[in-house]
T-cell receptor
Framework: KNQVEQSPQSLIILEGKNCTLQ??????????LRWYKQDTGRGPVSLTI?????NTKSNGRYTATLDADTKQSSLHITASQLSDSASYIC????????????FGTGTSLTVIP | DSGVTQTPKHLITATGQRVTLRCSPR?????VYWYQQSLDQGLQFLIQ???????AKGNILERFSAQQFPDLHSELNLSSLELGDSALYFC????????????FGSGTRLTVV
């Protein structure tokens, strides 16, 4: 079983609408949790990073939240744009390790005009 | 341009063949990570190098190997290729300061026919 599960697998929304992507994890404790945006044919780009003790982090129209009790994180996208069409990947890093990360399989978001 | 350069961008080869993927990390980054991304498995960590030395191994097959050279560029060698090796192969580099985030290259799309 994957230690980081994302939902939905895919999502189609109208331009201008808001949406929320979910990430459920079993890794605990962890060092930090990141959301990446991956455009088709390109490498992932970091959007937000939150430590275990943080609840929310914003980056423009992207806001990530973290609930350590329920082991859930969400990425909220406000006023979506066509350029938001991409895959969004949740990544959890284990503490005290330089290189152990767990990747979710991503949510594919399509924004249509 | 993320600063991480991968070549080639596309590669088509036959089963049983051997290929070499190349990665130049972002200037100053000593760590290089290789990932395989397939539709059903998402991003899978393969191997990490730090300043020329192997640091960690993930789900890397014995048919695959990698190395990091003194100039810090890295190569991923894939041999005895099978159809199932068709995937996107990403390289990422990471610095030793800041938020320790990955910077990904644009990937090499390998198609084995």
């Amino acid at each position: 079983k994957n230690q980081v599960e994302q939902s939905p697998q895919s999502l189609i929304i109208l331009e201008g609408k808001n949406c929320t992507l979910q990430c459920n994890y079993t890794v605990s404790p962890f060092s930090n949790l990141r959301w990446y945006k991956q455009d088709t044919g390109r490498g992932p780009v970091s959007l937000t990073i939150m430590t275990f003790s943080e609840n929310t982090k914003s980056n423009g129209r992207y806001t990530a939240t973290l609930d350590a009790d329920t082991k859930q994180s969400s990425l909220h996208i406000t006023a979506s744009q066509l350029s938001d069409s991409a895959s969004y990947i949740c990544v959890v890093r284990l503490p005290n390790t330089g290189n152990q990360f767990y990747f979710g399989t991503g949510t594919s978001l399509t924004v249509i005009p | 341009d993320s600063g991480v350069t991968q070549t080639p961008k596309h590669l088509i080869t036959a089963t049983g063949q051997r290929v070499t993927l190349r990665c130049s990390p972002r200037s100053g980054d000593l760590s290089v990570y290789w990932y395989q991304q397939s539709l059903d498995q998402g991003l899978q960590f393969l191997i990490q190098y730090y300043n020329g030395e192997e640091r960690a191994k993930g789900n890397i097959l014995e048919r695959f190997s990698a190395q990091q050279f003194p100039d810090l560029h890295s190569e991923l060698n894939l041999s005895s290729l099978e159809l199932g090796d068709s995937a996107l192969y990403f390289c990422a580099s990471r610095g030793d300061r800041g938020d320790y985030g990955y910077t990904f290259g644009s990937g090499t799309r390998l198609t084995v026919v």
